[in-house]
C-alpha cells in the first residue's frame, strides 16, 4: 500500500461488504415475511431474488433481511420496503419475477411499483 | 461476490471467550451451511461488547439483535427462528431496553444508549483479526493523512487541541507529553505502548488490543511520527493471550500492508514495532519500571527525573501512552480535535471507559462522555446494584484510587471532579460496593494487593505498605484499638510523602478514602468489635432466636464444625467457641430464627 | 565547569551543573545521611533516608539522585524532613534482626549509627519479621537477610565487578537479597572478592569468621603458630582503632601479634618479593623463548577465579606463580619447617589478608609447597585481626612499634606497594629492567603504572625489548581489557590484573569506611599512599636484592624458576564452569 488512493479504493470496497452493519439513516431496508406462512407461499425465492438482483447491481446501501409473520397470510409472500425519508411500502403476493421491477423502480429510481403493492391487491 | 445479506458477529474478547465463544462459531458454521444459509449469512469474530457478564454475546446484523447468555445449544433456534423465519429469539435477547418492543436493538438497551464509542468504536462491530474491516471503518485513514497533510508540529498541535489526557491514571496532557518528546534531540527515540494493564477490575485496554488492534498500531506510528520516533514497543502482559494473539497477526498484517516499516505511503517516514510481553508484576505498570523491563531487568520504578521523554528506553527519549489513549488518537486526526474536544467538561475532555464491576447488574465495559454523573453510570447504564441491595459506594482507580460514598453519587465524573473528591480516575475501574460490603475490609483488599505488588525496592513501599495491611488485619480481626486509626493516617502520610514512585505513593488512597469517609466503621470495628456491613468473620456472631427456633435441627445438621446442639422440637443453640462463622446455618434455617451480628 | 547556584538551608552554593543535592550540600559542608548511596556505584534513590525538601515539589525528593538546577530551594533539616527520616528508619527496623549486642558490625554499623543519630527510642510495627536465614555455603562469607535493609549496594558492587550474581529474589515485603532462583553463592560464580561486604552498611554480609580457629591453635601448646600479614594490612588496620585513613601501623600491629603470642610474626612483604623473583623470571622467559603473551599476574585470587570462570582462553597466559599469600605458606611448610626442625603438621600458619578471596583461595588443591599440607592453615582479613587485637585487651594505639621477625621479615620498598594497583607491576619492572639494563640504567620508579585509574597502560624501552604493560583493578575492568586483547585491538607483554577496584587497599577484607566518608573523601589513594610512603622511605626497594630471598635461593630454592622452586611457589588453573547446579 503506496498512496492514498489505493486505501480509498480497498476502503469503499470493503464498506461495501459490510453496510449489513451500518445503522445509520440512509440505508434502504427490504424486509421480506418469513413465517411459516410466508415460507409456504414461496417467500424463499423471494428473499433470494432480492438479493441476487441487489448484488447484480452491485448496490451497497440496501439491507435485504427478513422478519416473521405480518400478520396479513393470505397475501404472502409480503416484502416491506423501507427508503429513508419516505413511508414504509408493502408489496404482497411477491414473486421473484416481480423482484427486478422493484429493484430498478423502487429501489434505484424510487418510484413506487403501484401495481404490485398491498393498496392495490386489497 | 455473493450478496451476504446478515452478519453474526460473535464477540471473542477475553471473557465471551471463556464462557465458549469458539463453541457457538463452529455451532453457527454447521447449522447455516445445514439451512443453505452459509453463503448469505456471514459470521463474524469480533471484540468486546462490554456487557461481559452476560457472555456470550452474540449482535446478528442487519437488524442489530443482541444476544446475551448464548450457548451452543441456541444457535440452531437463532439460524432457524431469526436467520431463516426473521423472528428474533426473545428469549436470548438483551432485556434492560426501556421499550420491550425496541429491545431487539443494540443501541437501543439503556446499556448502549448513553454511551458515546470513540476508544471502542470497532470493538464488537468489526473482526479485528481482519485488517480490511478495520480499513472499511476508517482504519489507517488517519495515519494516511498525517503523513501526507501534516508536520510533526500539526500533528501534536491536534492532539494537544483536542485535550486528550492519560487515560492509563495520571491523567497527563497527551500532546504536551508528545511536544517534550519531540523537544528532545538525538536520532533514536521510542514511542511506546503500555498495555500492562494490572488494576484489578480494569480490562479496557485488555478489549481494545482484542477488538480492535489496529486502532493501537496506527496511533503509535501517528505517535512515532510526531515525536521523531523509528521504534516502538507494546509492553503487554502475557496474561492476555487473545490480545498478544492478535495484536501478533496485526502487526503482520500492517507489514503486509506497508503501514509499517519502511517508507510508510511513500514518504521518509519509516516505523516498526515489537511485541514485548510483561510477566505478572503490577508494577511494570508504572512508566519507568515498564522501560527497564523492556530491556531486560527486573522490572522496578528508578527515580525521575530524568523523565522518560529526555531519557526513557534504552537512555532514549521515550514516549509511553496507555492503549486507552492511543485508541483516540486515530479518531481525533479523522475526526479533528474540536470534535473530541467538544465532549466532555472543562477540564476533561473527550470520553473515558470505565470498567463496572462489583455490586452491579450490568457488569462490564462502558465508553461515556467525560462529566457523566455517577449516578447515571450506576442506576441507568450499570442497571442498578442487585438483588435490591442498597447503593453504599464505588471504588474507582483501582489500588490507587479511593472510594466515592453514596453522598456524592451526583459527582459528574471526570478528572477534576474526582480529585477534588479525594478520589481518582485511574485507569477507569469502578467497583461498586453494597451494604454487605465493609469499608475496612476492602481498604484491606487492596492493601493486600499492593503489599503483594510492591517491587521492594524504597523502604516505605516495601515496609510501610505491609505495616499498614498488618494494622488493618488487627482491626478487622477485633484486636484493633483507636491509637491505630491514627498510626494508620501517619503512616499513609509518610508513605505518600516518600515512596519511590507512583504505585508505593498512592497506595494508601484506598485506606485514606475510607478513613475520611467511612471512619465511623472503623471505629465500631475497634471500639465495639463490630463490623457494621456483618463483613469481618471475626466480628460475627451468629445466635439462634429461641422465640422462632422451631427445632427443626436442619442447622445443626449443615453446621461444618458440629457448633449447634440442641434437642429436635425445642429451640438449638450455637456454641460461639466452635463456631467458625461460615453462614451455612442461616442460609439453612427456613424459619428465620438465625442472625448474624 | 559549568556550575549552578542554589541555596541549602538557606547557605548559597555554587556546585557543578548535574551534581546532585546530596554532593551539592557536601560543599557546602551539610551532611544528608543515606543507607544506599554509593557515589557512582549506587545511585538509586532506594532507601529514602536521604529525603530532603526541594521548594516546588509535590513530595520529598531524595537528595542522592535529584540533580540541581539554578535557583533551587532546598531543605534538609526540617521537623518534615527530621520526622520522614525517623519514620524510615522506625520501619526498616521494624524488619530488622535487631540483635546489636550480638552482631559482629556492632560499632561500625551505618543503621546503628542512624538509628542513634534520629533518636530511634521505640520500634513500633514489629509485626511480621524477615525470619533469621544464615546463607554460609560460600567459604569466605556469611549472609544474613534478617539485618539487610536491602539497599543493594552489595548487588551493585557485584555487578560493578562484572559478577552480577546476586540480586532481588522475590518482590515487596518479601524481596531479599540472593542468588538467582536461591541457589547457594558456593553454585554460583561469585569470585569471593568480598566487595559485596566491604560495602554492607549492616551485619547483613560478614566474612566467615575464622578467628576462633586462630585462638585455638594459639591456645594450643603443641602447636608453632606462625602468622603474616599482606602489604595492604598496615595501611588499614589502624581504622580498626580510630586512627586516621592511610595510618601506616606496620610497627604497632607486629607488636600486638607479637604479645598475642605467635610463634612467628612475619610479613608477607618478603613472599612478595619471591613472588616478583619468579613471575620476573617467568617474564623473562617468555620473552626469551616466544612464549604465550601478555604474561598476566596472579596474586590475586579473586581475578583467578574470574579467569576460571570467565575468560578460561586466558589462563595459559596467567603466571603460575602463587600469589604472594601461597608463596608464603609453601616456603614455611618446607624451608621454615626444615630450618627451624618442625614437622610441617606441628605447624599452624596463619595469614592476615585485606582479602576475603584468600579463604578460598588457601584450600585450592594445589597450595600445598609440602606435599599433604596446605599452605596456609587459616586465613583472616584485616578486620579480623583488629577484633582479635581488641580482644587481646591491647591498647593498639599505644603499643611501640616493633619490627617483623627477621627470618621472615624483611621486605624490599617494591613489596610493599603490591598493595596498590600498580604496584606489583612497578616491582616487577624494578627487577626486570635492572636485569635486562643494569642496575645503574634501571629506573626506580614507574610513575605512569601508579594511580587509581582502573586502566593504566604504559611502554618501556628496555635492552633488546620494547616492554608494553598495562594494568588494571576491578575484574570487569579486566574483562574488557582482554576482550580488547582477544580482539587484537590491544597488544601488551604484561598486565598487572587485581580483583579488587584500587587494589588491596581496597579488598574486601580491608575496614569498613562507612558511606558518608567513602562518597566524599578518597580513602583508597590516602591507603596507596602510605604503601608508597613506604617504599619510598626504605633503602631496599627491589625484590631480588632481599637478603632473605637472597639466602633461601642460595641455601634451599636453587635457582630462580628452578625446579625446587616450581614446586613450592608455582601452581596451575583449571577453566571453571559458571554454574555447578
Not at chain 2, 459527582?411 to 473528591?421: A, F, G, K, S
Not at chain 3, 616456603?331 to 579463604?359: F, H, N, W
Amino acid at each position: 500500500m503506496k498512496s492514498l488512493e489505493e486505501l480509498k479504493a480497498l476502503r469503499e470496497q470493503m464498506q461495501s461488504k459490510m453496510n449489513v452493519r451500518k445503522d445509520d439513516n440512509e440505508t434502504i431496508r427490504v424486509v421480506v415475511g418469513m413465517a411459516t406462512c410466508g415460507i409456504a407461499a414461496g417467500a424463499r425465492p423471494v428473499l433470494n431474488a432480492f438479493m441476487e438482483e441487489v448484488n447484480k447491481r452491485g448496490l451497497n446501501n440496501v439491507q435485504v433481511t427478513q422478519t416473521g409473520c405480518i400478520g396479513v397470510c393470505r397475501l404472502e409472500p409480503i416484502v416491506e420496503v423501507f427508503v429513508p425519508g419516505q413511508e414504509k411500502v408493502t408489496y404482497v403476493k411477491m414473486n421473484a419475477e416481480k423482484v427486478p421491477a422493484i429493484v430498478a423502480q423502487h429501489i434505484v429510481n424510487k418510484q413506487v411499483v403501484t401495481d404490485y403493492t398491498i393498496g392495490a391487491a386489497e | 461476490m455473493n450478496f451476504v445479506r446478515a452478519h453474526v458477529l460473535v464477540c471473542t474478547g477475553t471473557g465471551c471467550s471463556s464462557a465458549g465463544a469458539e463453541g457457538i462459531i463452529s455451532a453457527f458454521e454447521d447449522q447455516l451451511k445445514k439451512n443453505g444459509l452459509d453463503e448469505e449469512v456471514r459470521v463474524v469474530k469480533t471484540g468486546c461488547l462490554g456487557l461481559c457478564a452476560k457472555g456470550p454475546n452474540v449482535v446478528v446484523y442487519p437488524e442489530g439483535v443482541y444476544y446475551n447468555y448464548v450457548s451452543a445449544e441456541d444457535v440452531p433456534e437463532i439460524v432457524e427462528e431469526h436467520l431463516l423465519k426473521g423472528r428474533p429469539v426473545t428469549r436470548l435477547i438483551h432485556g434492560d431496553a426501556e421499550d420491550a418492543s425496541k429491545a431487539t436493538n443494540l443501541t437501543d438497551t439503556a446499556f448502549y444508549k448513553d454511551q458515546v464509542r470513540i476508544a471502542l468504536r470497532n470493538c464488537g462491530v468489526i473482526n479485528p483479526e481482519d485488517i480490511d474491516e478495520y480499513i472499511a471503518y476508517d482504519g489507517y485513514a488517519a495515519l494516511a493523512k498525517v503523513l501526507t497533510e501534516m508536520t510533526p508540529q500539526q500533528v501534536i498541535d491536534e492532539i494537544k487541541a483536542s485535550g486528550l489526557k492519560g487515560r492509563g491514571g495520571a491523567g497527563f496532557p497527551t500532546g504536551l507529553k508528545w511536544q517534550f518528546a519531540a523537544n528532545s534531540p538525538g536520532p533514536v527515540k521510542y514511542a511506546c505502548c503500555n498495555a500492562d494493564e494490572g488494576d484489578p477490575g480494569a480490562f479496557m485496554d485488555r478489549s481494545v488490543l482484542e477488538g480492535d488492534p489496529h486502532s493501537v498500531l496506527e496511533a503509535m506510528t501517528i505517535a512515532g511520527y510526531a515525536i521523531g520516533a523509528t521504534e516502538g514497543y507494546i509492553y503487554v502482559r502475557a496474561e492476555y493471550p487473545i490480545a498478544v494473539e492478535r495484536l501478533k497477526k496485526a502487526l503482520e498484517q500492517s507489514h503486509e500492508y506497508g503501514f509499517l516499516g519502511k517508507n510508510i505511503f511513500g514518504t521518509d517516514f519509516s516505523f516498526d514495532i515489537g511485541i514485548r510481553l510483561g510477566s505478572g508484576a503490577f508494577v511494570c505498570g508504572e512508566e519507568t519500571a515498564l522501560m527497564v523491563s523492556i530491556e531486560g531487568k527486573r522490572g522496578e520504578p528508578r527515580c525521575r527525573p530524568p523523565y522518560p521523554a529526555v531519557k526513557g528506553l534504552f537512555g532514549k527519549p521515550t514516549i509511553l501512552n496507555n492503549v486507552e489513549t492511543y485508541a483516540n488518537v486515530c479518531w481525533i486526526i479523522n475526526h479533528g480535535a474540536e470534535a473530541y474536544a467538544a465532549l466532555g467538561t472543562e477540564g476533561s475532555k473527550g470520553t473515558k471507559v470505565f470498567a463496572l464491576g462489583g455490586k452491579i447488574n450490568n457488569t462490564g465495559l462502558v465508553e461515556i462522555p467525560m462529566g457523566t454523573p455517577l449516578r447515571q453510570i450506576i442506576e441507568e447504564i450499570g442497571g442498578g446494584v442487585p438483588n435490591g441491595k442498597k447503593f453504599k459506594a464505588v471504588q474507582t482507580g483501582g489500588p490507587s484510587g479511593a472510594c466515592i460514598p453514596a453522598s456524592q453519587i451526583d459527582v459528574p465524573i471526570d478528572y477534576e471532579n474526582l480529585t477534588r473528591i479525594g478520589a481518582m480516575m485511574g485507569s477507569g475501574g469502578m467497583i461498586v460496593l453494597d451494604e454487605d460490603d465493609c469499608m475496612v475490609d476492602i481498604a484491606k483488599f487492596f492493601l493486600q494487593f499492593t503489599v503483594d505488588e510492591s517491587c521492594g525496592k524504597c523502604s516505605p513501599c516495601r515496609i510501610g505498605i505491609k505495616r499498614m495491611y498488618d494494622i488493618l488485619d488487627r482491626i478487622t480481626a477485633g484486636k484493633g484499638t483507636l491509637e491505630d486509626l491514627d498510626t494508620l493516617e501517619e503512616l499513609a502520610a509518610h508513605i505518600k510523602g516518600n515512596a519511590l514512585c507512583g504505585l508505593g505513593q498512592t497506595a494508601p488512597n484506598p485506606v485514606l478514602s475510607t478513613l475520611k469517609n467511612f471512619k465511623d466503621e472503623y471505629v465500631a470495628h475497634v471500639v465495639e468489635k463490630r463490623c457494621p456491613a456483618g463483613s469481618c468473620k471475626a466480628l460475627l456472631n451468629y445466635t439462634i432466636d429461641p422465640a422462632k427456633c422451631k427445632g427443626c435441627s436442619a442447622c445443626s445438621r449443615v453446621c461444618p464444625a458440629d457448633a449447634i446442639s440442641g434437642v429436635v422440637r425445642s429451640p438449638f443453640v450455637i456454641d460461639q467457641s466452635k463456631c467458625i462463622k461460615c453462614g451455612s446455618c442461616m442460609e439453612k434455617c427456613k424459619f428465620g430464627a438465625i442472625s448474624k451480628g | 565547569m559549568d556550575t549552578v547556584k542554589l541555596t541549602i538551608n538557606g547557605i548559597e552554593v555554587e556546585a557543578p551543573a548535574g551534581s546532585t543535592i546530596i554532593q551539592a550540600a557536601n560543599l557546602a559542608g551539610i551532611k544528608i545521611p543515606s543507607l544506599c548511596y554509593l557515589k557512582d556505584l549506587n545511585e538509586i534513590g532506594a532507601c529514602r533516608i536521604c529525603m530532603v525538601e526541594v521548594k516546588g515539589a509535590k513530595g520529598l525528593v531524595a537528595s542522592c539522585v535529584y540533580p540541581v538546577n539554578e535557583g533551587m530551594e532546598v531543605w534538609t533539616n526540617t521537623q518534615k524532613v527530621r520526622d520522614a527520616r525517623k519514620m524510615t528508619l522506625e520501619l526498616l527496623l521494624s524488619n530488622h534482626r535487631m540483635e546489636c549486642l550480638t552482631c559482629r558490625r556492632s560499632g561500625t554499623c551505618e543503621l546503628q549509627d542512624l538509628a542513634h543519630d534520629f533518636g530511634i527510642d521505640k520500634v513500633r510495627f514489629q509485626t511480621e519479621k524477615m525470619e533469621p536465614q544464615i546463607e554460609d555455603s560460600a567459604l569466605h562469607l556469611v549472609r544474613d537477610n534478617s539485618k539487610c535493609v536491602l539497599c543493594r549496594r552489595c548487588v551493585a558492587a557485584c555487578a560493578a565487578q562484572g559478577v552480577g550474581v546476586i540480586g532481588c529474589n522475590e518482590r515487596g515485603f518479601q524481596t531479599e537479597i540472593g542468588s538467582p532462583f536461591g541457589r547457594g553463592l558456593v553454585e554460583t560464580a561469585c569470585i569471593s572478592c568480598g566487595q559485596c561486604i566491604v560495602n554492607c552498611p549492616t551485619g547483613a554480609l560478614t566474612e566467615r569468621d575464622d578467628t576462633g580457629k586462630v585462638w585455638e591453635a594459639l591456645a594450643d601448646e603443641t602447636k608453632h603458630v606462625v602468622i603474616a600479614t599482606a602489604p595492604s594490612v598496615r595501611a588499614g588496620l589502624g581504622e580498626c582503632f580510630g586512627m586516621p585513613i592511610g595510618t601506616n601501623v606496620e610497627g604497632k600491629m607486629v607488636a600486638a601479634m607479637r604479645r598475642m603470642g605467635f610463634d612467628g610474626v612475619f610479613d608477607v612483604d618478603t613472599a612478595a618479593d619471591f613472588t616478583i623473583i619468579e613471575e620476573g623470571t617467568e617474564l623473562l622467559e617468555r620473552i626469551k623463548n616466544g612464549g604465550v603473551l601478555p604474561l598476566i599476574t596472579s596474586c590475586s585470587p579473586g581475578w583467578i577465579r574470574y579467569a576460571e570462570q570467565y575468560y578460561p582462553d586466558f589462563l595459559p597466559n596467567i603466571s603460575s606463580c602463587k600469589s604472594p599469600q601461597g608463596m608464603f605458606g609453601g616456603l614455611m611448610k618446607t624451608y621454615y619447617a626444615e630450618k627451624m626442625g618442625i614437622d610441617p603438621k606441628d605447624m599452624v600458619v596463619v595469614s592476615v589478608m585485606p582479602c576475603t578471596a584468600k579463604k578460598y583461595e588457601i584450600k585450592r588443591p594445589d597450595m600445598q609447597g609440602a606435599p599433604g599440607y596446605q599452605d596456609i592453615d587459616i586465613s583472616i582479613t584485616t578486620r579480623e585481626l583488629g577484633e582479635m587485637i581488641k580482644r587481646s585487651g591491647l591498647n593498639f594505639t599505644a603499643l611501640p612499634d616493633e619490627a617483623f621477625d627477621p627470618i621472615f621479615g624483611i621486605a624490599s620498598g617494591a613489596a610493599d606497594i603490591f598493595g596498590a594497583s600498580g604496584g606489583v607491576m612497578e616491582a616487577a619492572l624494578r627487577t626486570v629492567s635492572a636485569i635486562l639494563a643494569g642496575e645503574e640504567n634501571a629506573p626506580l620508579e614507574f610513575h605512569e603504572v601508579r594511580g587509581l585509574e582502573s586502566v593504566k597502560e604504559a611502554t618501556y624501552e628496555l635492552p633488546g625489548k620494547t616492554v608494553r604493560v598495562a594494568v588494571v583493578s576491578g575484574t570487569k575492568n579486566a574483562g574488557a581489557l582482554l576482550d580488547a586483547v582477544r580482539a587484537g585491538e590491544k597488544e601488551y607483554d604484561f598486565i598487572e590484573v587485581m580483583c579488587c577496584p584500587g587494589g588491596c587497599i581496597n579488598g574486601g577484607g580491608q575496614p569498613y569506611v562507612p558511606a558518608e566518608i567513602k562518597n566524599f573523601v578518597d580513602y583508597r589513594s590516602l591507603r596507596a599512599k602510605a604503601l608508597y610512603d613506604e617504599d619510598a622511605g626504605k633503602e631496599l626497594r627491589k625484590s631480588h636484592h632481599n637478603p632473605i630471598v637472597q639466602e633461601v635461593y642460595a641455601e634451599y630454592l636453587g635457582e630462580w624458576g628452578g625446579e625446587k622452586a616450581h614446586h613450592i611457589l608455582h601452581t596451575t588453573y583449571q577453566a571453571q564452569p559458571k554454574y555447578r547446579l
